[in-house]
């Protein structure tokens, strides 16, 4: 099973996201974002899923760290803020693969997961 690794401080959007993909992915939940960052950085899950906004660190600042340590991965950012108001530069990032709008709908977050996938696989 492919692995999946969802980082958010809300557990009710982890619990959404763990019913959404545990029957399709491995998938592993933590709703401390410096945890899910030292997962992360093991390199074990291809596909990250993670709030923008966390209290200890933002989901941008994840993926920066990502970045900086060449993790082989593609990010998926979940907001429930308007996407204008975020700095474009995280969009420039290799990892940042696309946002997807808070309240999260299963089909929009498998559809950016699959794609993630296979991009990762081109």
């Not at 693969?97 to 309240?103: D, I, L, R």
Request: negative net charge; charged residues 25%.
């Amino acid at each position: 099973m492919r692995k999946i690794l969802c980082i958010d401080d809300t557990p009710i959007v982890l619990k959404t996201l763990e019913i959404f993909l545990k029957s399709e992915y491995d998938v592993t939940l933590c709703e401390k974002s410096p945890k899910g960052l030292a997962l992360a950085l093991t390199g074990d899950y291809p596909v990250i899923v993670t709030d923008i906004r966390m209290p200890e660190m933002s989901g941008l600042e994840i993926v920066e760290e990502l970045a900086k340590a060449q993790v082989p991965c593609q990010c998926i950012l979940l907001t429930s803020h308007s996407l204008s108001s975020f700095d474009s530069d995280v969009e420039k990032s290799p990892l940042f693969f696309k946002y997807v709008q808070k309240p999260v709908k299963k089909q929009d977050i498998v559809s950016a997961i699959e794609e993630a996938f296979e991009d990762l696989s081109q």
